[in-house]
């Protein structure tokens, strides 16, 4: 059919000529011969037809773009109560958790993890997982704004086999392990310093308690006073008991910073009339000098009375030869607010300032005992403070006094 429909034209004059050949007179039979002839002629040596190939069907060869995984690995991880970092292979911070932010600040997405964290040990670790895909953990230590210890993990994030895109995601996690630490500590500090400071108590009490039953079973006189000394060593202990039992509750708590506003200038004046008995006991004049309206700080209001009480206290007990006791309150428009406890009494050497919030250093032990003194007092104003994120500043001159300032 393609031959005849290209061959039309030769075909219609075939039948012309025909035509032609009969009204001339030819046979009829004749002339369709001829006309079957030349037709059969002309579609035997005709050209076939070209027919042109159906163009191919084109074939999209190129392969789906692989969508990022990152949004479903952060929406997981940011219900996790723990700091965790998402990283990408050139050690980049792809997403941080709430956790994060408020344990190390927030962190520029997409800047570099040392950006944040400049320690050594972490940013090798990351480095060597990177490099071999594998985990590794470490132990690192934080300072500020309190001590904090975590066991530091980094791991590769298993995609998937199906994976083309070539995505790598790494994730940091921070486990806090502080509060196991700080429990070992406190549980070896206690048998060491606890045990101690018992001792001698302990020993006495057995003493009066053997002569009363020998040689002064009979002696009234003796067995009163040894009884008074007994109930001394006794108020002692329980002190003492007390002090640590405060202290471990503070340290339990050290990181969490207190967000209720307390006016310090009723509180400076609640703390002075608390130790006038104290100041009379001793011939020592406590003055305050407070500025005019309020002086708000974010605090604890139990806790900062216990610092200034105890502050207040020491300076009346231990600097007494001067007579007097001063308590400044600084509330500037735009500086810290600090309070500063002043004595002019003899002074501290310039050798023990640095260790006085130790747990039981006191600089003269004896003078310490007689005065009832368990040796914890400024160990836990240093808790209390480091809670508040405020500072001892601890100034003192032999012969002229010492002062402390709490800087806010």
Known sequence: MARIRQESFVLLAAVAIALIAITAGMNAWGAL?????????VLWYAVPAVVAPEPPSVVDTEAP????????????????????????????VLFQNRAAEKAFGEVVLGAHISARLRSPGILDMV???????????????????????????????????????????????FRDISEVRRIDRMRSDFVANASHELRTPLASLRGFIETIQGPAKNDLKAQERFLGIMFDQTTRMSR????????????????????????LVPLLGHVRDSLLPLARDVGVEIGLHLPEGKAEVLGD????????????????????????????????????????????????????VPRLTERFYRVNIEDSRSKKGTGLGLAIVKHILTRHRARLIVKSEVGKGTSFTVRF
């Open 127 to 173: 480095g060597e997982t990177i490099a071999t895909n594998a985990p590794n953990q470490i132990e690192h230590s934080e300072r500020l704004p309190s001590e904090r210890v975590y066991i530091v993990r980094s791991s590769p994030v298993d995609l998937g086999p199906d994976d083309s895109a070539g995505e790598r995601l790494f994730v940091l996690s």
């Open 240 to 263: 003492l008991v007390d002090d640590l039992l405060s202290l471990s509750r503070l340290e339990l708590k050290s990181h969490i910073a207190p967000d209720e506003k307390v006016d």
């Open 33 to 41: 011969g001829l006309l079957l002839v030349m037709a059969a002629a």
């Open 65 to 92: 773009v692989r969508r990022s995984l990152l949004p479903e690995v952060s929406a997981t991880l940011s219900a996790l109560d723990i700091p965790v970092m998402v990283l990408s292979g050139d050690a980049s």
């Open 301 to 352: 209001r139990d806790e900062l009375v216990q610092v200034f009480e105890n502050l207040m206290e020491n300076a009346c007990k231990y600097g007494q030869e001067g007579k007097t006791v001063d308590v400044f309150l600084k509330a500037g428009q735009g500086e810290p607010v600090e309070v500063t406890v002043v004595d002019r009494g003899p002074g501290i050497p310039a050798e023990h």
